[in-house]
């Protein structure tokens, strides 16, 4: 039962253009949301977070938007570089509501970033 | 300096062995987690320990058990490796429960 799901298995987008990535949940007592990049042999690294409470979240060349009545957040990245090309990961918890802070994991989506 | 530690980074064993697969943070974090990446590539929590004490255990055989001997060390041990044991095995670390998570590199266990 996939609560988190990043339906785009793979992405390729030109350099200096805008990448989307998108991601759909189904659990409803989710109120904290994660995007994780991941490169090959290492493990994922934060990127960027949004509350329940926000719909924007923006950190220089990232942004999520979260809708929640469609259960649905994007991740923005304008303009996109070679440096990005990696495994985008979708994260999503009770945040503080159970100890431990359990992250619940989309498949991943593989973007390509062509010079 | 690496804030998640973890060794070894391969692991090719025989099935039935015993294995341990060790974890480190210098973060000064009170919260450890390991999570299994599987062939399919889903990332899923296995436990979660806060200050040494386990607080996720999530439906995983209890041939892996998981021992906290400080805050900055979560261990992880398996017992009678199965075939289907086989994944990248990530610890990761948070200030408190309700914090941001730090990933380590991943281990990767191979059973034959």
């Known amino acids: 039962d996939q609560q988190v799901k990043q339906n785009s298995p793979s992405l390729s987008v030109q350099e200096g253009r805008i990448s989307i990535l998108n991601c759909d949940y189904t659990n409803s007592m989710f109120d904290y949301f994660l995007w994780y990049k991941k490169y090959p042999a290492e493990g994922p690294t934060f990127l960027i977070s949004i509350s329940s409470i926000k719909d924007k979240n923006e950190d220089g060349r990232f942004t999520v938007f979260l809708n929640k009545s469609a259960k649905h957040l994007s991740l923005h990245i304008v303009p996109s570089q070679p440096g990005d090309s990696a495994v985008y990961f979708c994260a999503a918890s009770n945040n503080g509501k159970a100890a431990g802070n359990k992250l619940t994991f989309g498949g991943g989506t593989r973007v390509l970033v062509k010079p | 300096d690496t804030a998640v530690s973890q060794t070894p980074k391969y692991l090719v064993t025989q099935m039935g062995n015993d294995k341990s697969i060790k974890c480190e943070q210098n973060?000064?974090?009170?919260?450890m987690y390991w999570y299994k990446q599987d062939s399919k590539k889903f990332l899923k929590i296995m436990f979660s320990y806060n200050n040494k004490e386990l607080i996720i255990n999530e439906t995983v055989p209890n041939r892996f058990s998981p021992k906290s001997p400080d805050k900055a060390h979560l261990n992880l041990h398996i017992n009678s490796l199965e075939l289907g044991d086989s994944a990248v095995y990530f610890c990761?670390?948070?200030?408190?429960?309700?914090?941001?998570?730090?990933f380590g590199p991943g281990t990767r266990l191979t059973v034959l």
């Open positions: 973060l000064g974090h009170d919260t």
């Open positions: 990761a670390s948070s200030k408190t429960f309700a914090d941001t998570q730090y």
